[in-house]
């Protein structure tokens, strides 16, 4: 009955922008830690980003400091992921991902949404 439905990836070139939303049902995910995660072929996943229910804390990983910004829509149950300066290492299929409170690990995953860098 849970389901993540993300979208907003796509082709995109090299020096653009895109944002990725995660929006959850059949349950209310806002005292959840939402992340993001992307794995590109032949590589490991990779945590991505993350944002935290109490405060709104947002984590990133180095290699999109700076270029990435998490949000949320708890009103929606929407998670957000917006990335600017694309680069090509940043294709990869992108998942986001609910922690629950004091669980320590994310249980929760969406399929995934395909973000392809390239002219």
């Known amino acids: 009955q849970v389901q993540f439905v993300e979208s907003g990836g796509g082709l995109v070139q090299p020096g653009g922008s895109l944002r990725l939303s995660c929006t959850a049902s059949?349950?209310?995910?806002?005292?959840?830690?939402m992340g993001w995660f992307r794995q590109a072929p032949g590589k490991e996943r990779q945590f991505v980003a993350a944002i935290t229910w109490s405060n709104s804390n947002t984590y990133y990983a180095d290699s999109v400091k700076g270029r990435g910004t998490v949000s949320r829509d708890n009103a929606k149950n929407t998670v957000y992921l917006e990335m600017n300066s694309l680069k090509p290492e940043d294709t990869a299929v992108y998942y986001c991902?609910?922690?629950?409170?004091?669980?320590?690990?994310?249980?929760?995953w969406g399929q995934g949404t395909q973000v392809t860098v390239s002219s």
């Open positions: 991902a609910a922690q629950p409170p004091g669980a320590g690990s994310y249980v929760f």
């Open positions: 059949g349950r209310t995910f806002s005292s959840y830690t």
